[in-house]
């Protein structure tokens, strides 16, 4: 009996081919995608590294904008920058406390160097108490700053809450009466209110005339010589003063304080508002 050949379990050489061929070709296949995959991890480790290199310049700090200055400008940067209240409010103010009265100075306390090295205020002077502290100085009616003081009752136009070293940034403001008694008035800067105000109790018969006929002879008021002054140089006045001419006449010395910090100092004629003299203090 002639059985037919189980032809079924037999690959043609054709199939055989088709299968090697496949294999190859999925081999092929795995090999690109692990080559792609390492490629990416290489790039995206070369990037993190570039990263790293980068970042490091992009947050180095830059030197401090106050490195370069000197300790007189940084000290006045240090004040000015706490000041709220400007020179004309503080001559208005002060003013204000003086019943026809006029300006005759105005500091801001701390800008000057003369300032720091001063010891009492003219408001100190004659104190009871000897104390060299310009905020502490005694008064007949009790400072409200002198808890040690005999009487411990605050002025009228003393600031209830102001102490020694803690109201801030101070203007300091003499105001003279028609017949040159001066009243020193203290204000503080950042908002505005009266610290203190007194006659100044230094002043003799001489000092008053002085300073009576020195107000008769400023025809320009402070506030007038102040904006002469900013115009010639913009900045921010810091004290403006009544002074002598050297026997010329009287003029109002104006300091302004400019964006270097340097502070320039204007004389400027009291009757014509001509700048006789200028100068730059570059400490």
Request: hydrophobic share 30%; with cysteine.
């Amino acid at each position: 009996m002639r059985l037919d050949p189980r032809r079924k379990n037999r690959l043609s050489p054709r199939s055989r081919n088709l299968k090697v061929t496949g294999a190859a070709a999925c081999a092929a296949a795995a090999a690109l995608l692990l080559t792609a995959c390492g490629q990416s991890s290489d790039s995206a480790t070369s990037a993190a590294t570039e990263a790293a290199k980068v970042l490091p310049q992009k947050t180095t700090a830059s030197p401090s904008a106050t490195a370069d200055l000197t300790e007189a400008q940084q000290e006045r940067k240090r004040v000015l920058d706490a000041t709220e209240v400007t020179f004309d409010d503080a001559a208005t103010t002060a003013v204000g406390e003086v019943a026809g009265g006029k300006l005759v100075d105005l500091d801001l306390e701390g800008v000057d160097d003369d300032d720091r090295d001063e010891s009492p205020s003219p408001t100190g002077t004659g104190s009871p108490t000897g104390s060299p502290s310009p905020t502490d100085a005694a008064s007949p009616t009790g400072s409200p700053t002198d808890a040690a003081s005999p009487t411990g009752s605050p002025t009228a136009t003393g600031s209830p809450t102001a102490s020694p070293g803690a109201e801030g940034p101070v203007w300091v403001a003499e105001v003279a009466e028609k017949d040159g008694t001066v009243h020193t008035v203290r204000i503080n800067a950042v908002d505005g209110k009266v610290i203190d105000a007194r006659v100044d109790e230094d002043q003799d018969d001489q000092d008053k005339q002085q300073t009576a006929r020195w107000l008769s002879e400023a025809t320009q008021t402070p506030e007038q010589a102040a904006k002469v002054a900013t115009e010639k140089k913009k900045g921010t006045v810091t004290s403006v003063s009544l002074d002598d001419n050297d026997g010329n006449g009287v003029i109002w010395s104006v300091d302004v304080v400019g964006s270097d910090w340097k502070k320039t100092t204007f004389d400027v004629d009291a009757k014509n508002d001509t700048i006789v003299r200028e100068e730059t203090d570059n400490d």
